[in-house]
T-cell receptor, first 114, second 114 residues
Framework: AQSVTQPDIHITVSEGASLELRCNYS??????LFWYVQSPGQGLQLLLK??????LVQGIKGFEAEFKRSQSSFNLRKPSVHWSDAAEYFC????????????FGDGTTLTVKP | EPEVTQTPSHQVTQMGQEVILRCVPI?????FYWYRQILGQKVEFLVS????????KSEIFDDQFSVERPDGSNFTLKIRSTKLEDSAMYFC????????????FGEGSRLTVL
């Protein structure tokens, strides 16, 4: 069975600082990997996805993530955080046989200090 | 930009009542999903739907739940006899023909069971 671990429940960074949100997954083969963002009271928005190919993927809002098979990780990064990035971030893994059936991590809440 | 729309945004119901949550997926999408998020918990897969039938469902999706695509645009989730523990945010999502699992989520319907 597939699973996702987001080790950090809550992260606080200063505006302008860099950000890295951790995600580890468990899946028998190469999974489909996703990062979603959820602002308070809103639905989930896809930031970026990895299916195959280049292990460094670029997403919207200046985010990127790197797939590391050896570490079963798919960490999300942003070089300079903006106050509007404060939200909850979910990593998700999907199986190629039914990629829309995604398993989500518990989420990481990002607070941005002025 | 096309989007997934959900109604109602918030519904309060008494335990034992039937509830129908409605979704209008993106028009050219063929894969449809319901997820739920109990307050403070992770997003959980409920069911996927393709070609007018359920393709996969989770153990949460018991006989109290059903889904339907009654016409060419709507996708509904029915809870036959609501329980207190059904209180959650329910998200509809759709995915395009490629089935690559990139989910487009609606903003959710918050269900409160009293």
């Amino acid at each position: 069975a597939q699973s996702v671990t987001q080790p950090d429940i809550h992260i606080t960074v200063s505006e302008g600082a860099s950000l890295e949100l951790r995600c580890n997954y468990s899946y028998g083969a190469t999974p489909y990997l996703f990062w979603y963002v959820q602002s308070p009271g809103q639905g989930l928005q896809l930031l970026l996805k990895y299916f195959s190919g280049d292990t460094l993927v670029q997403g919207i809002k200046g985010f990127e993530a790197e797939f590391k098979r050896s570490q079963s990780s798919f960490n999300l990064r942003k070089p300079s955080v903006h106050w509007s990035d404060a939200a909850e971030y979910f990593c998700a893994v999907g199986a190629p046989t039914n990629a829309g059936k995604s398993t989500f991590g518990d989420g990481t809440t990002l607070t941005v200090k002025p | 930009e096309p989007e997934v729309t959900q109604t109602p945004s918030h519904q309060v119901t008494q335990m034992g009542q039937e509830v129908i949550l409605r979704c209008v997926p993106i028009s050219n999408h063929l894969y449809f999903y319901w997820y739920r998020q109990i307050l403070g918990q992770k997003v959980e897969f409920l069911v996927s739907f393709y070609n007018n039938e359920i393709s996969e469902k989770s153990e949460i999706f018991d006989d109290q739940f059903s889904v339907e695509r009654p016409d060419g645009s709507n996708f509904t989730l029915k809870i036959r006899s609501t329980k207190l523990e059904d209180s959650a945010m329910y998200f509809c999502a759709s995915s395009d023909e490629s089935g690559t699992g990139e989910l487009f989520f609606g903003e959710g319907s918050r269900l409160t069971v009293l």
